[in-house]
């Protein structure tokens, strides 16, 4: 069974960096698909990379990761609002997901979508 959890951006933006990679890895590990609200930033995202590596092993081959920014539309006035808002509320706009290297078969993406493959996991 596929199962997508939803990590909504005010449960998400409080968290340490620490915080946010282990509760990624523990569900991904569950065999979970992560849709979270908002995006990581640079730093948070090659640090689960890197951690990621550390754990492969026979029984958790890894993860796919993929990020959206929601392009927003307007003249220069309107994104000047929208980009202190955001930086006052500590939000990232967007869509990340993260799910298991052995379901998540390929995320395509482009500007404004995300198409996510999955593959039938093997029974052991």
Known sequence: MLTLQYVPHHEFVSLSM???IRRILKSVKEDKILLIEGRLDHIEESEL????MQIISKSFKGIEIASIDYSF???FVERLKKDIA??????RSGLTIVGPATIVKE???DPSKIELLTM???RK
């Open 18 to 20: 620490d915080e946010k």
């Open 49 to 52: 990379i890197k951690r990621t």
């Open 73 to 75: 539309k307007g003249d």
């Open 86 to 91: 955001h930086y006052l509320l500590r939000k």
């Open 107 to 109: 995320i395509r993406k």
């Open 120 to 122: 039938e996991k093997k």
